[in-house]
């Protein structure tokens, strides 16, 4: 299962690179996104600041399906793996999740 978004913008703000499929260990809801953090070592490709977590838009279309998709794979104990390009703030934004 993948959902990605449209990819109609450039490249260096699409999927920058993909990050392993690992099991969720964090996840926190915020007003405007949420941050979410796995058991696979943390890559920020585009050099976005944060240490440990990822990012989902909750003002993006598709928001509702990739937090979904986290929050079944956390509460099931499985693996996924997340798109990363761009920045969300100081967080690589997650543009896709698979599992």
């Known amino acids: 299962m993948c959902w990605c ?3 109609s913008v450039p490249f260096s703000l699409g ?3 993909e990050v ?3 099991k969720v260990t964090y996840v926190a809801p915020w007003e ?3 941050d979410v953090v796995t058991s696979a070592a943390h890559i920020d490709p585009e050099g976005c ?3 440990q977590y990822y990012r989902i838009d909750l003002s993006k279309q598709g928001a509702n399906a990739k937090l979904s998709t986290i929050l079944a794979a956390y509460m099931a ?3 996924v793996g997340l798109s990363i390009g761009g920045c969300l703030g100081n967080a690589p934004e997650i543009q896709g ?3």
């Open 49 to 51: 600041g944060a240490g």
């Open 5 to 7: 978004e449209n990819k």
């Open 20 to 22: 392993p499929r690992s």
């Open 97 to 99: 999740v698979r599992f």
């Open 15 to 17: 999927v920058a690179a």
């Open 32 to 34: 405007s996104h949420v």
């Open 77 to 79: 104990g499985k693996d």
